[in-house]
């Protein structure tokens, strides 16, 4: 059982910036493919960034040049680093972990969840 706990969501104005980061319980975590998913009202949960076991990592077309993932398995860790950030971005932002050791871009793909956060770009 792996559980996670994102933080760092809030508020914040179009061009700024926010961190997001991912906690998560368990010995086996270098062994999971890791994503942030968002989801926005009325909106479906989409994939904004993955990265695998081992490292390669994954962009939507929408927040590539402005996102970067990264995961630091000493500490269980995997952080979202969002800049420039645009109105559009505001969803509830999620945290999830795969079995597969590769990055899906399919939520089902997913076996752990957090609770998620909220991250709000005014304009």
């Known amino acids: 059982q792996v559980q996670l706990a994102e933080s760092g969501g809030g508020l914040v104005q179009a061009g700024g910036s926010l961190r997001l980061s991912c906690a998560a319980s368990?010995?086996?975590?270098?062994?999971?493919?890791m994503g942030w998913f968002r989801q926005a009202p009325g909106k479906e949960r989409e994939l904004v960034a993955g990265?695998?076991?081992?490292?390669?990592?994954y962009y939507a077309d929408s927040v590539k040049g402005r996102f970067t993932i990264s995961r630091d398995n000493a500490k269980n860790t995997v952080s979202l680093q969002m800049n420039s950030l645009k109105p559009e971005d505001t969803a509830v932002y999620y945290c999830?972990?795969?079995?597969?050791?590769?990055?899906?871009?399919?939520?089902?793909?997913?076996?752990?969840w957090g609770q998620g956060t909220q991250v709000t770009v005014s304009s």
């Open positions: 368990g010995r086996t975590f270098g062994s999971y493919a």
């Open positions: 999830a972990a795969s079995w597969v050791a590769s990055v899906t871009t399919i939520p089902t793909g997913y076996d752990y």
């Open positions: 990265i695998s076991s081992g490292g390669r990592t």
